[in-house]
């Protein structure tokens, strides 16, 4: 009995109540709608057809991070790593490219970033039960340092047409990273809303204790997102890489502000156990159009800063005047 009242309190947190009847996804795409309407109108060089692919592109490499932090922060797990994921793999690829290693291998090597921070965070945490905002912590210093130290803090030029398609290449008009990005949401929209292990994400979010009593692996699941959210920023890494034709140890490095930004944004409690990919995804698009749309607009970089620290502060204020009106 306690279990269900349970559930039906967890079921009562996703928004569809009278307090809330529309959905944050709904909502922040409106915002967007109206933030590119506005743009578009105080300046033609954003509404080029040529900025807005540019700028979509520019943002696939952090849409590709926050599907993976997004999965981690709904089975209530953060990981901060994901900027020195990223600029890690983006070093690791570039310097064994720079030793003539095929760029196969040299991109498989590089993903193993991923795979191993993944795992060395995933089996700190559900093992030893540290705390994964300390762990990650660590791990996000190990790996800045590891890329730092490899290249001696240079930047190593890869011209490689296999891993130029990856990032510039297209279908036709569309880039092929818009493309590559729009199939991952897919797919991993699909994987949390509409398969087993996503229902498990969210019940282990929820309540691991109730989770385990309803026979969860909780370990398993919780190790899983971990190692999805780093793979995912690995994923990333690459694709900056791609981008830039440049492995460089600053790549990634301080977007865990933006990242955490959006998923707050689209409405996911840092407690876990609820939340939307197609929300966090909008919410760091938006944030992209901002900063994209002020840049056109001539506003300094000191003062896109300061606007988006008041977004981030207004963000979190919301965030916790909607969630304590739920309790």
């Not at 890690?88 to 991109?107: D, K, M, N």
């Not at 994964?132 to 047409?161: F, H, K, N, P, W």
């Not at 309803?214 to 981008?243: D, E, H, P, Q, R």
Request: proline share 3%; aromatic share 8%.
């Amino acid at each position: 009995m306690k279990i269900n009242q349970i559930k039906e309190e967890n079921l009562n947190k996703d928004g569809k109540n009278k307090k809330f009847p529309f959905s944050i996804s709904l909502i922040l795409f409106i915002s967007l709608v109206v933030l590119l309407i506005f743009f578009s109108t105080l300046s033609s060089n954003f509404r080029s057809f040529y900025n807005l692919m540019a700028m979509f592109t520019n943002t696939s490499f952090l849409v590709i991070t926050v599907i993976g932090f997004t999965i981690n922060l709904v089975a209530g797990e953060v990981d901060i790593s994901i900027g020195a994921n990223m600029a890690a793999t983006s070093v690791v690829v570039a310097y064994f490219y720079s030793r003539s290693l095929p760029i196969g291998l040299s991109i498989l090597m590089g993903l193993m970033v991923g795979v191993i921070l993944g795992v060395i965070n995933g089996l700190i945490i559900t093992r030893f039960k540290v705390n994964s905002l300390i762990v990650t912590l660590g791990t996000m210093s190990i790996a800045q340092g590891i890329a730092y130290t490899l290249v001696g803090g240079r930047s190593i030029l890869i011209m490689e047409d296999v891993l130029g398609y990856f990032g510039r290449g297209k279908i036709g008009p569309i880039p092929f990273p818009i493309v590559f990005t729009i199939i991952l949401i897919i797919l991993f929209v699909i994987l949390l809303n509409y398969t087993k292990f996503g229902r498990c994400v969210k019940a282990v979010g929820s309540n691991p204790t109730v989770a385990f009593l309803s026979g969860i692996n909780v370990k398993k699941i919780k190790f899983l997102t971990l190692l999805i959210c780093a793979v995912m920023a690995s994923v990333s890494g690459l694709l900056i890489t791609s981008l830039t034709a440049v492995g460089m140890p600053q790549h990634g490095i301080g977007q865990e502000f933006p990242i955490i930004s959006a998923v707050l944004l689209g409405g996911i409690p840092l407690a876990g156990g609820d939340g939307s990919i197609i929300g966090s995804v909008i919410g760091i698009i938006i944030l992209s159009v901002i900063y994209n749309g002020l840049t056109m607009l001539n506003v300094s970089s000191s003062g896109v800063d300061i606007i988006r620290g008041l977004l981030l502060i207004i963000i979190v204020a919301a965030y916790e005047l909607r969630w304590r009106k739920r309790i």
